[in-house]
């Protein structure tokens, strides 16, 4: 439902400029823009050629009618503007239609006006909302969210995500619920709560969905045990400044080491392919002895895989046995020619799965050859050093030793453990941030001085330390952040995802669902950014739309301490709470504002799995994150505007 209604929004946008049309696009769209519209549907509807967004002319088109698709910033506003107005001087006669993601800005149009284009220009907007990337898991593809949340101090983003919320709850039904932690998350709270009353009586209603018909977003999926679909129960809003120890861990599930070593963008990787010797001599053979066969091939990642969906959240530890133990089992399925018509039907269909067994011992062996250096069992070994707080000085001191000068990707390893370094110890000692940035000055120059200095001292990532512990410690033990004994093959807790370091996002999800209020004292939460909230979605005599504070537990299901009860915090806490399970399972909608990761993803999919949970999640985010693309978010756009600064 969710796609195809933003395929019906962008049809009806093509469709709005009559005749045969050029698509510019903003390379942040293009993208995500295959995940919802196919090139012969845009086709279908007049787009004669899809171009990305520059400040050349665009020359002769053969049609007339130009359409830009873009994000709504100043950068974008001034390109375009720039090729307008050249593709003026070079020829006439073309119609500019310019539709900004996910609205319209004063700010952008203001761009227009002084650029003298704004005349040229019939200017839209394009209401993007959340982007289904798998069943379980939508996206709304804001790059740099988190970016101008913490460190610029811009929120406009933050409208963008109520908008997209509250649409979700118009197509599903309203959430009864609503939760959350963070000073982002109370801000969308707000903006969730004037939009309903803007709506007055066409509000979503509470549990009760707007259209009869829901697509595989909630619905039963055989694999995962769910019983039973149904409109939205609860909505967790989560800050990703709450937790900003976890993205800068490596991932050590399947689909988060894809992702730390090749990337995953839009639901798709590309590990390098290396050809077998027939395929390169028959490559010789016919291009010349200095051509080189081996290339990125795409392969798509989502639950339409059936051998990756089973294996993506697993440990990689046991991603190698199960591969194994698939690829064996097809082989010697049957040792005999006697089949039934049934036995041979389901051969076969493992037979068609043999190609994705293929493909995924490919990208594991991929995967394993960059997790076997010794550099990442380095960094691995650092990263666990930090969360258990031993060897502060023997830990920084390896990060101070690390090899950046090697290349740029080999800075962000260095930049993730100094952050790590700093949010676990409550800052980093002065002589090591001196020392680190000495080495950025000599290796990579001035413009990254500026990004320590500035954006990531801004955005709470990196500072130096003042004195004290921080407040991770206190966090570790009130939450159990740390679990020892962890099986990879069979696990037990939500901590299996980083070899014994469960999320803090994951440890605020498993109390809130399991616990009146967050399962954890006040003093505990008033350690984390922002304030607390848990509120009740209704309406009042008037059936006007209106919060009020949570009065029946039994709206939030199944009650219990995230703590264990074998410690004495446990018991205290659970004394005198009643026991109230739900019969129904109930739908738990998971916001991250600011970023999620793969490997909080596999966190939540395992606890959903947990009887004692009764939920199924559903994870939205602003942008699916690891530990480096969060801070190239940060510091690519810091080192461009201190190159831009220096250039005048």
């Known amino acids: 439902m969710i796609r195809e209604e933003a395929r019906r929004l962008l049809i009806e946008l093509l469709d709005s400029r009559r005749g045969k049309k050029v698509l510019v696009l903003d390379p942040k769209v293009s993208g995500f823009l295959g995940l ?38 100043i950068e974008n506003a001034k390109q375009i503007a720039e090729q307008i107005k050249e593709t003026n001087r070079a020829a006439a006669g073309f119609e500019y239609a310019v539709y900004f993601l996910p609205r319209r800005t004063i700010a952008c149009e203001r761009i227009f006006q002084e650029e003298g284009v704004y005349g040229d220009i019939v200017a839209g907007e394009f209401p993007l909302g959340f982007i289904p990337f798998d069943y379980d898991v939508l996206s709304l593809e804001l790059g740099t969210a988190y970016r101008e949340l913490v460190a610029d101090g811009d929120r406009s983003s933050l409208y963008g995500v109520a908008r997209a919320l509250t649409r979700l709850q118009a197509l599903y039904g309203g959430a009864a619920v609503l939760k959350g932690k963070g000073p982002a998350a109370a801000a969308v709270r707000s903006l969730l709560l004037r939009m309903r009353q803007e709506l007055g009586m066409e509000a979503p209603i509470t549990g009760a969905a707007r259209c009869p018909a829901m697509d595989s977003l909630l619905m039963v999926v055989v694999v995962w045990g769910i019983a039973g679909g149904g409109p939205i129960d609860e909505i967790i809003l989560l800050d990703r400044e709450v937790d900003a120890v976890t993205p800068m861990c490596t991932q050590l599930t399947y689909e988060g080491l894809v992702d730390e070593t090749m990337q995953i963008k839009h639901g798709a990787a590309r590990p390098w392919h290396r050809p077998s010797r027939l395929q390169r001599f028959a490559h010789l053979q016919k291009a010349g002895r200095n051509a080189h066969p081996g290339g990125r091939q795409r392969i798509a990642l989502n639950s339409a895989d059936k051998v990756f969906r089973d294996l993506r959240d697993l440990s990689f530890a046991a991603v190698g046995p199960q591969l194994g133990q698939r690829a064996k089992s097809i082989q010697s399925d049957y040792k005999t020619s006697k089949r039934s018509l049934a036995e041979l039907k389901e051969f076969a269909a493992q037979l068609k799965a043999l190609p994705n067994i293929q493909r995924h011992i490919g990208l594991a062996e991929a995967v394993n050859r960059a997790i076997a250096a010794p550099a990442f069992r380095a960094r691995v070994s650092v990263e666990q050093s930090l969360l258990d707080g031993h060897g502060l000085d023997a830990s920084a001191e390896s990060i101070e030793a690390s090899p950046i000068c090697r290349a740029r990707t080999d800075l962000f390893v260095v930049l993730r453990l100094m952050c790590l370094l700093s949010l676990t110890q409550g800052g980093v000692p002065k002589k090591y941030f001196d020392a680190l940035r000495k080495e950025i000055l000599h290796s990579y120059g001035h413009e990254y001085m500026l990004m320590l200095s500035n954006v990531l001292h801004c955005a709470g990532l990196l500072v130096r330390h003042e004195g ?181």
């Open 36 to 73: 919802l519209a196919e090139v012969s549907l845009l086709k279908e509807h007049g787009i004669e050629q899809l171009l990305h967004l520059s400040t050349e002319p665009l020359g002769d088109l053969g049609v007339r009618n130009v359409i830009y698709l873009v994000r709504a910033s």
């Open 468 to 648: 004290g512990k921080g407040n991770f410690p206190t966090l570790k033990r009130a939450f159990r952040l740390l679990v020892d004994d962890i099986d990879d093959k069979i696990p037990t807790d939500v901590a299996y995802v980083f070899s014994g370091y469960a999320p803090l996002s994951v440890r605020l999800v498993e109390a809130a669902v399991k616990a009146p209020g967050w399962g954890v004292g006040e003093e505990v939460l008033r350690l984390l950014p922002g304030p607390a909230f848990e509120v009740e979605q209704t309406s009042d005599d008037k059936g006007l739309p209106i919060e009020r504070p949570v009065q029946d537990r039994k709206l939030t299901g199944l009650r219990r301490s995230i703590l264990p009860s074998a410690t004495p915090a446990a018991d205290s806490l659970s004394a005198g709470w009643s026991l109230r399970v739900s019969k129904k399972r109930r739908i738990v909608l998971v916001v991250f504002i600011g970023g999620v990761t793969f490997a909080e993803i596999a966190a939540l999919r395992f606890l959903g799995t947990r009887p004692e949970v009764n939920c199924s999640f559903v994870i939205a985010t602003t942008k699916l994150i690891n530990g480096t693309t969060l801070l190239e978010s940060i510091v690519d756009d810091s080192i461009r505007t201190a190159k831009e600064t220096a250039a005048l």
